[in-house]
């Protein structure tokens, strides 16, 4: 992209700006290694040109960035934990600039970036989208990469970036607060996958229902249930989980009439179950938690007892000993980055569930067009279809096991009709699906997520302060300290990685 220039004299779509003032960041770029870890170069005082853009690209001069826990596991080389935390170096010497939650203010502007122009404020929606998704369903690029990632990224004093991951934002929006547009936007992306799987299953309206967020202490949790709770869902309909009692005892604190239970007690469990149940029976549920956002990537085994036939189970989080190839259904890719849904038979009849998957297929992915469906039996040649590229959105297995690349057949964001899946996985699909739950993957954000965001601060429900985050400022000390501070998450006294604000 970066071979089409179009900053020249004759031809600047570029602000007029004073380079000597421009300092670089520190850890703009990683250039060597020691005892394992990565240190970025310290790069201050060093006056640099304009830098060179294309004509789909824009340059941003960022004015907050924050830190996220993929910043650290790329910084750390943690590489297992995030699917684009390669070894910096893996890159050669140079590594990607790093940072994707940020707000900055446009500089220059690419010839065929049409959507903004200098002077713009934005906010980054870290998904490099490929053009092969339905419009604005950008999770479901087959071809994305992350900014900052698998790409430069913000950490720079002046950011060069494809202008398809530039939006604006309005007055009304603070940087802070549209800096946190990024994560709160997985968030908000689970809870929106919920409910339209749960609206077109049931027929009922979702703000009405109860929701489980299992980690509501962490911060995909978190943030969700703050934006759920500015959506209108009351904190009573809530069921939050948590391991550290700090951290829910801070969560209770703050929504008193939230239900919170620590998940390493049998008691508090029981406890909240006993509760709860009668509720759920009363109000039309079955006793049993209509939907759930599971935002730890870890077991979620203990939350089973409030699970049963058509909820709805989102999985955001990511699982954190992934056993690759055990079986297809074994690991994450298949659910969480691929987002699919997953449907069981139970006792319904197939014109039934290709109903239900088409109406889902209509909800969640597109309407512009008919989803391919295929039913696989014993005679279907597998091999051969892929050999052909023919891929579908909604495949039915009906062979009574899982031939290998089966997987493969289906689209990002498609939908499985299927029988539970036996083998030993992180993420126990067998027990989900014989339970009949429907299991719904969750990745990024898409567009309407944005909208979403962007209603809720212009109707005052959602604002900064609402937010368990705390953010840092450009400097090499700040810069130190959130990164300290997120590696602290897992054991600190906080609500959500980057929640200072609640540490005493
Ligand atoms: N799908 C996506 O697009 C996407 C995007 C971002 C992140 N993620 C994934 O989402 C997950 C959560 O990320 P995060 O940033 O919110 O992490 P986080 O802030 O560290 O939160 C983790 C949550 O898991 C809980 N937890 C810790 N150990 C546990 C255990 N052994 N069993 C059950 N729960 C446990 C924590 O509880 P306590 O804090 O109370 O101990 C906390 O509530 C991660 O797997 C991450 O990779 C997915």
Redesign the pocket.
Known sequence: MKEDIINTSNNRMEENMDMKKLRRLPYAHVVSTENGYIFFNRLVNVPIEFPRYGTDEVVIQPSVIAVC?SDVHAHDQDSG?HPFAKHPLSNGEKGFIPFHEGVGIIKAVGSNVKSLKIGDRVAIESTIFSDDCPPGRWSQSEKMKIVGLGTDGLGSELAVLPGKVAVRISKGVSDELGAQFEPLG?SVHAWMRAMNVYETTTKKDAREAWFMIN???????GLALTSLIAEGVPEEHIIAT???PA??EALKEKYPKLNVFN?TDKTQTQEILEQVTPRLELEGFGGKIPIVIE?????PRPIFPFVGKGTVFVV???S?DLQQGENLMDNNNFV?RSQRTILTFGNKKDEQLIKTAKAIFEKTVTKEREPKILTIDSSTDIPNLLAERDYFDIVINRTGSFPEDIDKLLKKGGIWITQPIKGNSPLPTQELLEREVILVG???RDKEDWDVMASQVREGRLSADKLPITLFEFSEEGLNSAFENVRK??VGFKM??RAEKYVN
């Open positions: 826990g934990t997985v980690g509501g202490t962490g911060s995909v949790g948590g391991t550290t951290k829910l998940l935002a730890t990537g870890h077991d955001v989080g990511l954190s969480v969750s990745w990024g998450g897992k959500g990685r």
